[in-house]
């Protein structure tokens, strides 16, 4: 069981709710990956189409946990208003926080990310900051009152996996007893797979999923890739070396001497 | 009076956030506000005052990532 402030998930895959070819496809996806915990939004709503309305019928027809998000927001003050926007419509003090600081590879302000952090875990949130493998964001994260955090694999939507695998094995390193879990970039099952084998606690799947040409297929394609992760992890993977070690034992090999 | 929401122009006979929403066809919606870039919780809306050139956002669940 993985442990998110108070709540306790089976569950090692979260799921996005972006992007699918329609809401059943959606439904069906986080059933295929056994998700218990998925990612939502706030936009703009329109008093004539009523969108949100049928999408939050969908979510919680769903029975899964919601994790709102601050995605779009690029200054403090609008993430910590859309924090306490979806606070009230999500009924939930978790907060997926994002504060983009640069819009081509939707990199986190890691400045402005501590500082909304800071503001909202004061207020009672708890607070999944979206950030990058840097070990010292990270410290000032936890110093803010955060106790999840959220690297990035890769830039969001890229499908690149895990682009800085020494420095996100440092952070696992260096925060041992703090929840990680490797939020964006993800493309296949094998980077997540990848990111539990090196002892990242879950991982979050948006587009992989919501934009393969079988997202239902994907969904459980991720599901077992996580499992698989989770349990290799847990069975003590050996040490790669540089030089090959014979597997048969040579003791009595034959022709020899 | 006319209130910018959701980024447009609309006009409003009622001077109260939470008229000005049944008004404008938000009732019994599952939203929530901000007027001028601060929140609004749903209990003090009929208790917001509302002026003309107000900014008003209206926002409801949507699918995120």
């Known amino acids: 069981m993985l442990k998110l402030y108070e709540q306790t998930t089976r569950s090692r895959l979260m799921l996005g709710t972006a992007r699918y070819p329609s809401p059943a496809v959606l439904g069906d996806a986080v059933r295929a990956a056994r998700a218990e915990v998925v990612t939502v939004s706030l936009r703009r709503e329109s008093a004539g189409e009523r969108a949100g309305q049928a999408f939050w019928s969908l979510v919680r027809e769903l029975g899964v946990r919601v994790l709102p998000n601050t995605a779009g927001c690029h200054a403090v003050k609008e993430a910590v208003t859309t924090a306490h926007m979806a606070r009230e419509v999500f009924g939930t003090t978790w907060i997926k926080l994002e504060v983009i600081g640069e819009d081509d590879t939707l990199q986190p302000d890691v400045f402005g990310l501590v500082d909304a952090a800071r503001i909202l875990c004061a207020e009672g949130f708890e607070v999944f900051p979206y950030t990058t493998e840097d070990l010292v964001v990270a410290e000032r994260l936890l110093a803010a009152g955060c106790r999840v955090l959220m690297p990035w694999g890769a830039p969001i939507g890229s499908g690149r996996g895990l682009n800085n695998l020494f420095g996100l094995t440092a952070l696992r390193a260096h925060f041992a007893d703090v929840p990680l879990i490797i939020d964006a970039g993800l493309g296949v099952p094998s980077h997540a797979a990848r990111a539990l084998e090196l002892g990242f606690d879950a991982v979050l799947v948006n587009t992989a999923v919501a934009q393969a040409r079988d997202p239902v297929q994907m969904a459980a394609a991720f599901a077992q890739a996580v499992e698989a992760g989770l349990a290799a992890r847990q069975a003590g993977p050996i040490e790669p070396r540089d030089l090959a070690t014979p597997s048969t034992p040579l003791i009595g090999t034959a022709f020899r001497g | ?65």
Do not use: C, H
């Open chain 2, 1 to 65: 009076m006319k209130i910018l929401v959701n980024g447009a122009w609309r006009e409003t006979q009622r001077d109260e956030l939470a008229g000005a929403l049944e008004e404008l066809g938000y009732g019994g919606s599952v939203v929530s506000t901000a007027v001028n870039g601060e929140f609004i919780a749903a209990a003090l809306r009929a208790r917001t005052t509302l002026a003309d050139g107000d900014r008003v956002e209206v926002l409801a669940p949507m699918q995120g990532g």
